[in-house]
């Protein structure tokens, strides 16, 4: 009886991944959860340390979409991953205390590529930093189920940035929306941030050793087959992992030239 749907209501047709996870599309998000196995989501994050206060049947797919509850701790190590080549570690609160035992969740390569889908492409959220430079933001806004968390989590150079707003009591407010309310207050963070010294941005080209190359795919499918496809882009591909299946979409169709 599980009747997922869009934050807005609308169908917007076929869109990119990067599309998908910055306009926090659910439905792509409930397909691509569906498809995940060993580990899947829930999985994935019990390794991440994630504690869950129920068993993975009663969130189910929901999951995904915020049917669970995570500690800002939690959340902020989980960005530290995919910063630090998709291998989670503990949190130090002081730099005296010893480095945990990291624990790769995520290949480098795949690490990558999740930060550079929560990059502004147009440029429009680069901060200016100290000494006159820019730095990239990547971040995700999120808001949990029945409006009670609104969330804004990104990485600005060597800093993993967490803001939450809800209430002490856990109770729901329809103003409590990533998007509208934490999103704002966390850019005025992380431009004081960027203001308070020179920042490098660590992600602005592959790390060194990734697998990866730019290759252009047609730009309405994502198919890497560009003979049909007039209209192409340039997106990160990773050989041997990312798809190279044909939508279909795009199709050459013979027709009589009878009676004409």
């Not at 504690?51 to 509850?69: I, P, Q, T």
């Amino acid at each position: 009886g599980y009747d997922p749907e869009n934050f807005d209501h609308t169908f917007r047709g076929p869109v990119h991944a990067k599309e998908a996870l910055a306009s926090s599309r659910n439905v792509p998000a409930i397909a691509l959860a569906q498809k995940l196995k060993n580990p899947d989501l829930y999985e994935f994050l019990q390794k991440a340390h994630v504690s869950f206060a129920k068993s993975r049947d009663h969130y189910g797919l929901a999951l995904v979409l915020g049917g669970a509850e995570v500690t800002m701790r939690e959340l902020a190590a989980l960005y530290a991953m995919l910063a630090n080549r998709g291998v989670w570690k503990p949190l130090r609160f002081e730099q005296t205390m010893e480095a945990g035992q990291g624990r790769s969740l995520l290949s480098s390569e795949a690490a990558f590529v999740t930060l550079s889908m929560l990059e502004d492409s147009l440029g429009g959220h680069n901060l200016s930093t100290q000494g006159g430079g820019k730095v990239a933001v990547r971040w995700k806004t999120g808001t949990s189920n029945g409006f009670r968390d609104a969330w804004t989590c990104g990485v600005i150079g060597p800093y993993v940035l967490v803001v939450w707003f809800g209430n002490f009591d856990n109770a729901a407010n329809p103003l409590l929306v990533g998007g509208r309310l934490a999103q704002p207050f966390f850019f005025e963070l992380a431009q004081a941030l960027a203001w308070s010294e020179p920042m490098r941005d660590y992600c602005a080209q592959p790390w060194p050793g990734l697998e990866l190359e730019k290759i252009p795919v047609c730009r309405a499918t994502g198919d890497i087959d560009t003979s049909l496809c007039q209209d192409q882009v340039e997106t990160w591909f990773i050989p041997g992992v990312s798809p190279v299946r044909n939508s279909g979409i795009l199709r050459r169709i013979s027709v009589s030239a009878e009676g004409y």
